[in-house]
């Protein structure tokens, strides 16, 4: 699995916008770019993925470069409920019996 | 919820104990995963079952025996651990294949070994 990179922490105010920045320069041409959170005390949640074109569903937003060697989640108005570790994840769009592998992943806290 | 139940959700046991834990789905996926937490740790993957077939170990000690006797059910058998094994046990989800697909986890059970 293709490594990423996140800062280990970002903070944020409520009802603000959040860009969290996951950074992959060895992405391959069939990598998928995941994102996941880990909320306090509860299993990881699947939050979105993409290959190339942005996506949107109804809790994020991902922004993908161009090059591809970068992508930002996008929480377009963070709530308390937001604090959580954020997971950027590359899987093999092409290799079957892909494995979900975690890094340390980002901490978010949301300040009232 | 997710569609993938773990129980329990908390377990105490003493180190010359054998106990289980238990997970079950009921999503359709035909891979599942076991995950451990440490305290301030990223998760480690521990085991994989594709298609009921153990398809990854992780170099995980014997003390920990996995058993996936259908798609569904996934199982984690503990004995004589250590204290070090106290952390939260997580399992997930997906349907096997390519990367294109996403994991869906269970709330996790935390263990903690006296």
């Known amino acids: 699995d293709a490594k990423t990179t996140q800062p280990n922490s970002m903070e944020s105010n409520e009802e603000e916008p959040v860009h969290l920045p996951c950074n992959h320069s060895?992405?391959?041409?069939?990598?998928?770019i995941h994102w996941y959170r880990q909320l306090p005390s509860q299993g990881p949640e699947y939050v979105i993925h993409?290959?190339?074109s942005n996506v949107n569903n109804r809790m994020a937003s991902l922004a993908i470069a161009e090059d591809r060697k970068s992508s930002t989640l996008i929480l377009h108005r963070a709530t308390l409920r937001d604090a959580a570790v954020y997971y950027c994840i590359l899987r093999d769009g092409e290799n079957y019996g892909q494995n979900f592998v975690f890094g340390p992943g980002t901490r978010l806290s949301v300040l009232p | 919820e997710t569609g993938v139940t773990q129980t329990p959700r908390h377990l105490v046991m003493g180190m010359t104990n054998k106990k289980s834990l238990k997970c079950e789905q009921h999503?359709?996926?035909?891979?599942m995963y076991w995950y451990k937490q440490s305290a301030k740790k990223p998760l480690e993957l521990m085991f994989v079952?594709?298609?009921?077939?153990?398809?990854e170990n992780n170099s995980v000690p014997s003390r920990f025996s996995p058993e996936c006797p259908n798609s569904s059910h996934l199982f984690l058998h503990l004995h004589t651990l250590q204290p070090e094994d106290s952390a939260l046990y997580l399992c997930?989800?997906?349907?096997?294949?390519?990367?294109?697909?996403?994991?869906?986890f269970g709330q996790g059970t935390r263990l903690t070994v006296v």
């Open positions: 079952y594709n298609f009921k077939e153990q398809t």
């Open positions: 997930a989800s997906s349907q096997a294949g390519s990367g294109r697909t996403e994991a869906f």
């Open positions: 060895t992405i391959s041409g069939t990598d998928y």
């Open positions: 999503l359709g996926h035909n891979a």
């Open positions: 993409g290959l190339t």
